[in-house]
């Protein structure tokens, strides 16, 4: 209990005397300025030219980070609880699928309706049948997969994104992607209901402790089958625009979310044990996944370095904010 | 009080001990019942059925998974989850592109220094869990990404060539083993010719599991794995050495991956930073774990259940190749499979007489 005095006063930053919540922001807001700093000093001196400070270029880094974003933003509501969402790389893929084969106006619902079903199938697995979500969400990507290739025989699917979709995604409006609205839209929502209305009080109590919920008469299964269909329905938001964006589905295009989702979440302050963590902190980590990796290319990184860079940052990340308590009794 | 009486009373508990056992480790047992069910068809049906060639072909494919289940296994006991097995077995693949070359003694050394390397992936895990306190889930998420980059940086592009005489030795027969090592009269001896069919890589399997598995679940340390999977605080309590016992976890756990990726270069001769395979490979082996009827909330279970557990996910794919089922369509069986085999050990969910036991 010692520890936070012990820190201000080697330490005399307010950094560490923020809410314990709070801290984990503060730090990768921090992290994201020394980015752009140590970017902006490498550019200049290499280039001659600040790419990084540009606003175009900036926006252009945010338009790619909002599929991200939006992903992110349905996994956080399901860390919070203390599970966790692997179907998501095939959800992502077959919400694209199905809204550029279906296309026409019913394109964007028929990409969400992916993400309704397979939010109600993950919810019933994890919620009703108990089975563990890393492995039943895992299962039901595997099945999600297994649809998709039957459905496109495993090729790229030949479909196109609608107007609307390429419109959502892919065009601008006084200089700003509309991506970055919807996913400031879904920011939104989800920081509405996290703090605004009792479902998001119940996902914080369940992430503590399922029984003590449960005992003060949350409905908590409800209540996680909610949260699963939140996760993939934001996943399939983020297909759809990600199949706008790139004008086509393609086989794969939801792998690289997982992973990055997870990692912006836990950099961001959310306990991956579930109960503990602000959805800004979720943005910030976005934010700073995005543009280490736009750094990274600038630089020309190689795929090997990148790999390397990546992880040392999340471990040191964690390193200063994400230690766990030590096991006493 | 007579002898007779005694003895039927022994007999008697050693029955009842037996049923206690079986009720023990049910998991496992449901799996063994399972894959030889599901392998005797296999091979009903298979055109060359019950011959050395498929075995040693099945055997071949099962063994690199079957070594990241047993990995997988020792972290989830103490419900843990190692991210980064795919990833160490795709880094030490990349290294034995580059050692398994030159004289016997050469591609000896590059064995042990690719052994090496996975231990020691799997010891700064360990490192990372125990001594930063983060989540082995989240650590081995971002040192699995550090591993693949170090394949990468390896191997940019898929190559390397391994000593041909090796892979021939490890990839078929015993016979063909010891022909190739000019032992046991080239495998022709006669005493030997009762376990000359056997695959070599079978036999490799057995070894690991029963020289490394076995004594390490029966040492203090193996048993402190069960404990904590149980309860960390009454283990804590009870003056287990929890630190020493997650370091050894992960470190164990890296071995078996070092393993699993020593083979898979052997085995395809060549080395090959493959992100998604990687990735596909962890899944699959927590995929194992599960199916091999070890809990992911720690304290019950074992490798050799993964073993099989592996076995069943494997020939399931194998049946699918000849009973002709259209390969679109295979990727979908497979995952149904997958999530009806771990959705039945959910059943348990309908017995519960009271809610409460469900939020253990």
Known sequence: MSTPALKTSIIPLSLFQLPRDDRPIAIAALFIVAILVAGTSYTLWKFGSAPLLSPNYLMQQLQ??????????????????????????????????????????????????????????????????????????????????????????????????????????????????????VWAAVSVVVIVILQRTALGRYVYAIGNKEAAAYLAGVATRRVILTAFVLCSLTTSVAGVLLAGYSTKAYQGMGDAYLLPAIAAVVIGGTNILGGRGRYLGTLVGVILIVLLNSVLSIMEMPEAGRQIIYGLVIISMLLVYGRGERVMS | MSDAASTGRQARRNGSDLVLLLRQNAGLVTAVGLFCIVYFL?????????????????????????????????????????????????????IASHTLQGSAWQIALGMVACLAAGTLAGFLNGCVVVYGRIQPIIATLATGAIYIGIALFLRPTPGGKLNEDLNW????????????????????????????WFPTSFVLLLLVALVVWVPFRRSVTGRTIYAVGSAEGAAYMSGLNISRAKLTAFTLAGFFAGVGGLFLAIQTSSGNADIPQAGSYTLNSIASVVIGGTSLLGGTGGAIGSIFGTCILRVISFNFRIFDIAPLLQPLFEGIVLLAAVSLGALGVLRVKNTLELFR
Request: net charge negative; glycine share 12%.
């Open chain 1, 64 to 181: 790619v980070g909002s599929f991200l974003g939006v992903v992110a933003a349905g996994m956080m509501v399901v860390i919070l609880l203390g599970h966790i969402d692997l179907s998501v790389p095939w959800t992502l893929a077959a919400a694209a699928m199905m809204a550029t084969a279906v296309g026409g106006a019913w394109a964007i619902p028929a990409g969400l309706g992916v993400g309704l079903l397979v939010g109600i199938i993950n919810g019933i697995g994890v919620a009703y049948l108990r089975v563990p979500s890393m492995i039943f969400t895992l299962g039901v990507n595997a099945v999600m997969r297994g649809l998709m290739v039957w459905h496109t025989g495993g090729f790229a699917p030949q479909t196109a994104a609608t107007d609307l979709m390429r419109f959502l995604a892919a065009e601008r409006s006084y200089g700003i992607p509309h991506a970055i609205f």
């Open chain 2, 42 to 94: 296999y091979h009903l049906k298979h055109p060359k059925g019950f011959s050395t060639q498929v075995l040693v072909q099945n055997s071949n494919e099962i063994f690199s998974l079957a070594m990241l289940a047993m990995a997988q296994t020792v972290p989830v006991l103490m419900a843990g989850l190692d991210l980064s097995v795919g990833a160490v077995m795709t880094m030490v693949d990349c």
């Open chain 2, 169 to 196: 030795a490890s990839t078929n027969s015993l016979e063909d083993f010891a022909s190739t090592l000019g032992i046991f009269e080239d495998g022709k001896a006669n005493w030997f010719q009762p376990i000359a």
